[in-house]
């Protein structure tokens, strides 16, 4: 069983950064970890994931060269960094674990889910 518990969010201005956390409990160490955000009254969008040991991370095109993925895996964690923040990120920020096989881009394939961390930017 993986828990999966995300931190970090918060009420920023336009152009500023955040650090958003995910510490997991159980074995993530050998899986993709992803980041996905929901904004109000959108659907749920994939953001960011990196693969099990770090070297490999991808992005969606909305965040790319903004946002950065990492993990540490012997405190079993993952982290999304994020710079240069635009009203528009604004969201409840996910972190989810990838089923062993399953495809980065699609959320189905994401079987254990964080309660979310809000993201707020104002203008």
């Known amino acids: 069983q993986v828990q999966l518990v995300e931190s970090g969010g918060g009420l920023v201005r336009a152009g500023e950064s955040l650090r958003l956390s995910c510490a997991a409990s159980g074995r993530t160490f050998d899986r993709y970890m992803g980041w996905f955000r929901q904004a109000p009254g959108k659907e749920r969008e994939w953001v960011a994931t990196i693969d099990w040991h770090g070297r490999s991370t991808y992005y969606a095109d909305s965040v790319k060269g903004r946002f950065t993925i990492s993990r540490d895996n012997p405190k079993n964690a993952v982290y999304l960094q994020m710079n240069s923040l635009k009203p528009e990120d604004t969201a409840v920020y996910y972190c989810?674990?990838?089923?062993?096989?399953?495809?980065?881009?699609?959320?189905?394939?994401?079987?254990?889910w964080g309660q979310g961390t809000q993201v707020t930017v104002s203008s």
């Open positions: 989810a674990a990838l089923r062993r096989g399953g495809n980065v881009y699609r959320m189905g394939d994401y079987d254990y």
